[in-house]
């Protein structure tokens, strides 16, 4: 595809090349590229409109919600409960599955989402995004439930994408032929082929994680991000540079755009929850985009596309970026 092709043009074109397609995907894709628009909007409209701040309500995790997660939470679920291509949905924001009105014509895929990523950072303007991540439906089941989510690993993906809402609103996609960047034209309201073939640089010298919790972190973590600031002098033999935004999105678009290494990993402090990002909604879609750029996603002992979920909300550890870094990261928790 050429640059500054439409989205909806790629989009097709993806579903000619399968003769036997349904159109079901085109469509739920083209909802979905709908609904960010419209977040997108909200997002950059912000206190224009009265929409910044806490919701003052909890998430199923214990986490206040933004009033901002709230409202792209319903745009997402609303636009994709609009079409037919879904035979049920889940979110972050949301505590169950959620199911479809008894009348309503069921589609083939399941999708799940975290709507607004990053929420932390709304209120003090920096990027947020939208990650998602298409299933199958298991077939002849009427009304999905939690366990219908959690048959396949990631490995299963259909789909996987996020859009972030930056200085410039991108969505970045695969399935599972590569990864493509689509920047949105806010003048025609069309995402453009900005970012084709995406590849993450094998290599790397930096680094993004909360340094805050440096003393709850286990030793192959430690021992990682030690030897990362001794730098030339000691054993990688290479000065690292530092970045955190706390938002995954933006983490994962600047390991995309230039490499580098995420860490989200297991801690004390957290290690009874299993970790800190959300298996289905965060770490499968972006571990799936990471793989298909030429990156790799470990939560430290194992791939994360491998893991076998067992909770709709379960959390896992996150590592993931250019390869032979993470491959470090892996060799250290096996050491
Ligand atoms: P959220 O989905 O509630 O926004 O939480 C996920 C975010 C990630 O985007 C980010 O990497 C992480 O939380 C930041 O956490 P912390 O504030 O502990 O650094
Ligand atoms: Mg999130």
Redesign the pocket.
Known sequence: MQIGTSLTHCLIKKQQAHPDASGEFTLLMNDIVSACKVISSYVNKGNLIGILGSAETENIQG?TQKKLDIISNDVFTDTLMQGTQVAALAS?EMDEVYHLPANAKRGKYLCVY?P?????NIDVNVTVGTIFSVLRAPEGVENPSEQDFLQPPGTEQVAAGYCIYGPSTIMVLTTGEGVNGFTLDMDIGEFKLTHPNITIPEDTKEFAI?MS?QRFWDAPVKRYIDECLIGKEGPRGKDFNMR?V????A?VHRILTRGGVFL?PIDSKIRAQGG???LMY?ANPMAMIIEQAGGMAITGPERILDIKPHKLHQRVPVILGSKNEVQVLSDYHKA
């Not at 607004?116 to 932390?120: F, P, R």
């Open positions: 986490e972050e975290d607004l990523d990053g929420s932390s909360n919790n955190w706390a938002s995954m999105v983490e989200y800190k990002l959300r965060e």
